[in-house]
């Protein structure tokens, strides 16, 4: 394709009076000592100044004085050192007194001997540029605090739901206490009514741990394990026992196969269980029983809590485990979501796994330590 | 505290009587490389980095120690004292003239005589003193480099942050002599800038020789004559050199000049 350019136009194209002059950068050349032969209309444009006034002067006299004496001290020994430099920013000083900031490039044109000849500057407005940086520098500052202050609120929270949790213990023990001394000396009218109680009150003691542990693993302390060789069905099967006496209207099917004595925090174990049991009999139909499994072999140790009832529904699978996830349309049955996100610490905590399985047949949690290898 | 570690001392050259090179504020000992070497054959030539500047070892940078020139004067004294330097030959540009001129006051014995380049004793204009800046240019430099207004730190910062694992690319970075770290250098022009050493001028006995350059916006020509007619045992060479620099920009005069006050 031939070039389209008008012979009007051809004579500026190759010219360098046009190329220095018409253009949108500042352009200034320079004595090797940075006396200024040559300055363009651009330049001098922006200082309030011509061409003609700025031939003479030193380049450092077109900056603000901190430019000046940083021209003097510092770029003026690195050019001659270097024979460029580039990308400094500095502030122009207007005849009035007016700064604009610009990014300067400069570069010694060296003679056949090798020594310095003149030297060339390039200069750009760097206005908006700087606008930006301090713009970008500001909202850093501000992202900064905030963070630092949701941080703050953060924290009280959790300090105000680890002290809460604390404090509802004293009360509830007291209950439960008081529920004990009645179903043992009252008559078996009210056995309906204290069996409620019972339920409550340990569904309360349930929750309150809950929201202790959920506390501790956000504040970084995480679940701390106290391990020891234990037998474990005998654990189990008390879980079950005070299960049965909460809800002695369901049925709890039993298979244990542990014959030795498994290294683990009895007390998080128990803990883990009993809230897949609590699960299990909440969301399992009240006709069918809820089965649990355990099987302990070569080092292997597999816990499963099988219930029959409504599927697990698919928007809640994939964060079943992390903390306050819930049901929206049953609220009530599901507490405050805690209880999985705690078990799944549990497992965590024993380098074991906690994983579902879940269809129209039947809901199974599955708690399974490996090996170490 | 390794004294020639710190400051990045080298010892160059064949000869016995020592030459002291110290640079000024906004560079490092690259400053003298043109001017330096043809000393070597006749003299033991001695350079080094102020803390903050060049290959200087950063940590060593303590800002009250530093907050006014007696801190730096001790350095070079620190220096000669741990290469057992005598009878030394001071060669101190810009504000280093000056260090040089509170060492002597110190320790008079370790000097033999004071070659000073574009040297000033002050920088503000006093009275009838013209020392080349109002306090209100000062006060306006001061402000911008509190308000970090000026390259000081944008443009030095990617130079003094180059490649640390890699220092064979940062010597290829743009911009790579000289270097300064940001915070140290306006701590520094603080130092310089508000310095006052007039008072010490009259009392320097040995020779001195002060280089005085043409259109010199940090040092102008009162100055060094200001200088000269304080300083009994002194020399002026008024330099057709241009700049604060004569060192790079002009080094054959400058050598010339050193050369002839030493002969």
Not at chain 1, 9 to 37: H, K, N
Not at chain 1, 69 to 89: C, K, N, S, W
Not at chain 2, 224 to 251: I, R
Request: hydrophobic share 40%.
């Amino acid at each position: 394709m031939q070039p389209n350019i008008s012979k009007e136009s051809e004579q500026f194209i190759e010219s360098f009076e046009d190329f220095f002059e018409t253009t949108l950068c500042g352009y200034i050349i320079a004595d090797a000592r940075g006396s200024i032969l040559r300055a363009n209309a651009k330049i001098a444009g922006w200082i309030n100044s011509t061409p003609k006034e700025l031939k003479g002067k030193r380049i450092s006299d077109l900056f603000t004085i901190g430019g000046k004496i940083y021209y003097e001290t510092h770029l003026a020994p690195l050019l001659r050192m270097q024979g460029f430099f580039d990308e400094i920013v500095l502030d122009l000083k207007s005849e009035t007194g007016e700064k604009s900031r610009v990014i300067v490039n400069a570069m010694e044109r060296k003679d056949k001997d090798g020594q310095p000849a003149f030297i060339r500057y390039t200069i750009l407005k760097a206005r908006d540029r700087m606008q930006y940086e301090q713009n970008l520098q500001n909202d850093k500052k501000i992202a900064e605090s905030q963070l630092l202050k949701e941080q703050e609120i953060v924290l009280l929270r959790e300090q105000l739901i680890a002290v809460l949790g604390h404090d509802l213990r004293n009360p509830l023990s007291a209950i439960e206490m008081a529920v004990e001394l009645l179903s043992s000396s009252a008559g078996a009218s009210h056995e309906k009514l204290l069996g409620t109680l019972k339920r409550s009150s340990a569904r309360m003691v349930e929750l309150v741990n809950n929201i202790m542990d959920f506390a501790r693993t956000r504040m970084g302390e995480g679940i701390v394990l106290l391990r020891e060789n234990v037998m474990l069905e005998t654990v189990l099967q008390q879980i079950v026992a005070e299960m049965q006496l909460i809800y002695p209207a369901r049925e709890i099917r039993t298979e244990f196969h542990i014959t030795e004595p498994v290294f683990c925090d009895a007390h998080r174990i128990a803990q883990l269980f009993s809230n897949l049991v609590s699960n299990a009999i909440t969301h399992g139909y009240p006709e069918s029983p809820v089965k649990v499994h355990a099987f302990h072999l070569n080092g292997y140790l597999e816990l499963s809590v099988y219930n029959n009832g409504i599927p697990i529904p698919e928007d809640l699978r994939e964060m079943l485990f992390s903390p306050f996830t819930k049901e929206i349309n049953r609220p009530s049955q599901n507490g405050l979501g805690l209880g999985l996100y705690i078990c799944s610490e549990i497992a965590r905590a024993h380098q074991g796994t906690l994983s579902f399985t879940s269809d129209r047949q039947e809901t199974c949690f599955t708690f399974l330590i490996r090996p170490q290898s | 505290m390794d004294v020639l570690k710190r400051n990045n001392v080298v010892v160059k050259g064949k000869g016995t009587q020592v030459m002291l090179f110290a640079h000024g504020f906004g560079c490092d000992q690259n400053l003298w490389r043109y001017v330096a070497p043809p000393f070597e054959d006749n003299y033991k030539v001695v350079l080094f980095d102020h803390v903050g500047a060049g290959a200087s070892d950063l940590s060593a940078f303590e800002p009250h120690k530093y907050e006014n020139l007696e801190g730096y004067a001790n350095d070079i004294l620190e220096i000669a004292t741990a290469l057992r330097l005598e009878n030394i030959i001071f060669i101190g540009h810009s504000v280093s003239a000056l260090m040089g001129i509170i060492a002597y006051h110190k320790s008079p014995e370790l000097f033999k005589s004071l070659v000073l380049v574009a040297p000033s004793p002050s920088y503000i204009n006093d009275g009838g003193y013209v020392g080349g800046f109002t306090k209100a240019q000062i006060e306006e430099l001061l402000e911008s480099l509190d308000q970090n207004h000026l390259g000081w730190s944008t443009t030095m910062a990617p130079v003094i942050m180059g490649n640390a694992e890699r220092p064979e690319l940062s010597d290829e970075l743009a911009n790579s002599f000289c270097r300064t770290d940001p915070s140290i250098a306006k701590h520094f022009a603080r130092t310089t800038f508000l310095s006052d050493g007039r008072n010490l001028l009259s009392s320097v006995n040995i020779p001195s020789l002060i280089l005085q350059c043409a259109d010199d916006v940090i040092a102008p020509k009162e100055v060094g004559e200001y200088m000269h007619g304080q300083m009994k045992d002194s020399t002026l060479v008024m330099m057709k050199a241009t700049g604060h620099c004569p060192n790079l920009s002009a080094p054959k005069e400058t050598i010339d000049a050193i050369k002839l006050f030493l002969s």
